[in-house]
């Protein structure tokens, strides 16, 4: 499509039921109360001129270029802060207007770099068009204001990778300073100084954009008006001219952008307003780090080796495929059908997470297929599944600004999940109450108009200990929603889970020793989130990382259950899924024991309308789990993997474990952007698509699908979903699509949770939440409303049981894992991009009196040494960290954080536990042996052969 | 004892160990299913044999859910 420029109704919109009709310019309009004069008129097609005005924050009313008439008004008011009223008759364009307006105009001009023909927001600059829009012709104060050309301005300040700051070009409107503020919710931004000395700063006079508290959201370059604020990209390339929608890769906000392009080539990312997720919001990953996509590491071209110690040689897809297969089948042969399998990503579309696991049901004859949920999420799919009868959340992201208690818990959305953060900020500056459960006292637990009313700064390990501590108070202090339960529940579950709680050993004083929080914290926060009208729970993988991360779920569901908050907006238990297409690749069938849209395999007639659809008969048995998996591959049982678009080998715990599954298999096929650390132990290497080039569907923490559209052709030449095929083909298995919109058209055919979704759909309406189908048409953006998917909430008892990871006097330290905002996972993206600069390399938090005690001083090396290995990294002494706690992010292969890490396990999905390892530190000034073999490996795994000489 | 089945001991006792909270036939269904839902047949077959021989190490309710299953089948 040509560049799509979004309206800008210079002020938000207003949501309330009650309307005003008022006359602008003779022509009638009704709008919600509150609306002001700016955007009525805008909604009626009748922009007035405007600077300091935008939609995405409040009206400032410094421009005085808005101004109208007002009949019974004196003077003439600005529009962006002046509410219509009933019976209101406007004017928007008269000659005493038009003078005023030029003349406010003249002013900004007269102290304006007139480089417009070499500026780089040329033909994308406000000044510019409301200088037009007035009809300025002269001057009057000539052109020698202070900040005309380049000689008398003061330097760029270019420091941040991906825009610059230009404070020659700005006119002082503020609107980045209310961007960073009202939309971001970081405060970087003021206006320093006074009069004609007014100018934007980030922070303090010596600071410039990189070492301020800036994130890097480009909330502020969006926001900008002139080239004040300008993406570099657009510096080096120009202004856009085509646009393409599409939806980020990174987290699981799923945010909507506009990719704006100049042919081939993206110039920009910028958020879209009509995206249900973000609304126009984006973070530094999704707006700026998306260069990896034509990074010079990407292989594009199919690779085979018959030993992982062989040089790579580059191949046709026809013989790449032929190889994979052959390898696959001659296994299948010799060990037997379950000898293979594979792993789905949730980095992949829904339509690619699809035929992988169609390919593996249908063509390798088993359901050993897995997904990087299994060690992220698998946990919120049993435990709400347990007790609310389906695997999601329950809300849509905008449900945050209903609530009036949000408890969150297990993680870190400032820096995991940014733009839902922001909206999180929003309502907390508005007023919400807030409650952090975490061991590290996370930003949000005190951030710049932003303060937790209670952090509970728990023990890693002890999350159910303190669900149900916080549930005791609930029930024995008679602040059970006992009309919600008696209508909603399971009665018979909700007495025993109510005797059970009530029991004294959960009460806060009995826990609170394990908990290590004192029980008065427990007591107010429980009558907090019980009392305060709507209560959200929102939480992340601290939650389900554990041994029992099911039971921690599950816990949550019944405390929600037991206050009533479940079934409206502003309430719910609300999953923040770390991968981008988590949920989807959960729906879509990748579990080994469920088909596409939960449906156990031993259910017959699920399986039979897959039979019947895929012309194939399929296995009633549970497939492999991916720990399972490299348990069978280390007995001889398991040889053959295919890896979509995950990197286990960094992932996973236990790295020496999985890597030595990995290298007893036969054949392992990584389809893959890069060469990534699983690649060390494949033979065949199926290059994959970038979402820049995907045509499919994402499917974001809220159930929301929305449309990924390709922007350029795939580098390889083929789509995943095509490369799958094929090898569904070459395995014997006749597996056809004409396009991705095919595929999704054969998940609604056989998923009854999309039965309402295609393609025309979503381009029409833009996303959509499921279910989708004939009782939810439109989508379903709040769950369970008038009743639970399982009929009833079941409440389920959820004993604490300690994890059988222990400190002792060799590993006194527990070690929690998490990630970082401007690194993403294992960094396979992010790595690859200027984001680095914000993090070059993974440190080791570390409690200053632990610290001290080991003779640590910040930035030293230390080691971490756990039951399974040792790692050694820089040391950050933090006082975010409690005492006794370490914490690491696992973003860079090199740091080998999951070399520290153990096998245990939830007890019901084998989610690691990657939140609780016994460790200890000491000071080192070498790399760990592991750390050596590394980078031996890295020698020896990855060569490729030369191209032969022309 | 090799690796694999301490594995599948530690796993099958895990389980176990969260639906002892419920009445003891609830909490035999309870195990024999998730172990039914989620395990592979081989797995099963595995722990199926470590029963037989002796069983020592697994949480009494493990040995009464295999003893379920094996009905069942």
Known sequence: MALLVEPDFGTPKRETEKTVTVQINGRTITVPEGTSVMRAASELGQDIPKLCATDMVNAWGSCRMCLVEIDGVRGTPASCTTPVREGMSVRTQTPRLEKIRRGVMELYISDHPLDCLTCAANGDCELQDTAGEVGLRDVRYGFQGEKHFAEAAEPKDESNPYFHFDSSKCIVCSRCVRACEEVQGTFAL??????????????????????????????????????????????????????????????????????????????????????????????????????????????????????????????????????????????????????????????????????????????????????????????????????????????????????????????????????????????????????????????????????????????????????????????????????????????????????????????????????????????????????????????????????????????????????????????GVNPLRGQNNVQGSCDMGSFPHELPGYRHVADAVARGTFEADWDVTLSPEPGLRIPNMFAAALDGSFRGLFVQGEDIAQSDPNTHHVTAALESMECIVVQDLFLNETAAFAQVFLPGTSFLEKDGTFTNAERRINRVRPVMTEQSGLSEWEVVARLSRAMGYDMHYSSSSEIMDEIARLTPTFSGVSFARLDRDGSLQWPVNDKAPNGTPTMHVAGFVRGKGRFMITEYVPTEERTNRSFPLILTTGRILSQYNVGAQTRRTENSRWHETDVLEIHPFDAEERGIADGDRVSIQSRKGAVSLPAQISERMPQGVVYTTFHHPVSGANVITTEFSDWATNCPEYKVTAVQIVRSNQPSDWQVAYEEIKRTNYRTESEPAE | MSDDIEELIRMANQIATFFQAYPEEEAVNGTAEHIRDFWTSAMRARLDRYVADNGTGLHPLVTRAMGHLQQAA
Request: aromatic fraction near 8%.
């Open chain 1, 190 to 571: 003021t206006i320093q100084g006074r009069g004609f000395d007014s100018k934007v700063s980030a922070g303090t006079a010596s600071d410039n954009f990189f070492g301020s508290e800036c994130v890097s959201c480009g909330a502020c370059v969006q926001a900008c008006p002139t080239a004040t604020l300008m993406e570099k990209s657009v510096y080096d390339h120009g202004v856009p001219n085509r646009s393409v929608l599409t939806t980020c890769a990174y987290c699981g906000v799923g945010c909507s952008f506009k990719a704006e392009m100049q042919g081939d080539q993206v110039v920009r990312m910028v958020p879209y307003k009509d995206g249900g997720a973000n609304e126009g919001h984006s973070c530094v990953k999704g707006r700026f780090a998306w260069g990896y996509a034509t990074h010079k590491d990407r292989i594009t071209t199919p690779m085979v080796r018959d030993k992982i110690t062989d040089p790579w040689r580059k191949v046709s897809w026809d013989e790449a495929i032929a190889f994979a297969a052959d390898r696959f089948k001659s296994i299948q042969q010799k060990y037997g059908n379950g000898s293979i399998g594979g792993i789905t990503s949730s980095r992949c579309t829904n339509e690619e997470v699809f035929v992988v696991q169609k390919m593996i049901r249908a063509a390798f004859g088993n359901n050993n297929v897995d997904t990087c949920a299994r060690v992220c999420h698998s946990p919120t799919g049993y435990g709400l599944k347990t007790t609310f009868g389906t695997s999601a959340g329950t809300q849509n992201f905008k449900s945050v600004e209903k609530a009036d208690v949000i408890l969150v818990i297990g993680a870190n959305p400032t820096d995991g999940h940014p733009v839902f953060a922001s909206r999180m900020k929003k309502r907390l500056r508005a007023g919400a109450k807030l409650i952090v459960a975490d061991p590290r006292k996370i930003d949000l637990v005190r951030s710049p108009h932003v303060s937790a009313s209670h952090h509970i700064q728990l023990r890693p390990g002890t999350n159910v200990a303190l669900m149900n501590a916080l549930a005791h108070v609930v029930v024995t202090e008679g602040l059970v929603d006992e009309e919600f339960v008696a209508e909603r529940c399971e009665e018979a579950d909700f007495a025993r889970w109510r005797a059970f709680v009530a029991e004294a050993r959960n009460a806060p004083e009995a826990l609170s020793e394990k908990i290590g929080v004192d029980p008065q914290t427990i007591r107010e926060a429980a009558r907090l989130y019980a009392t305060g009208k709507n209560g959200a729970i929102y939480y992340g993988l601290g939650v389900t990382e554990h041994s029992q991360g099911s039971t921690m779920v599950m816990a949550m569901a019944n405390l929600a259950m037991a206050t009533g908050n479940i079934g409206r907006e502003g309430v």
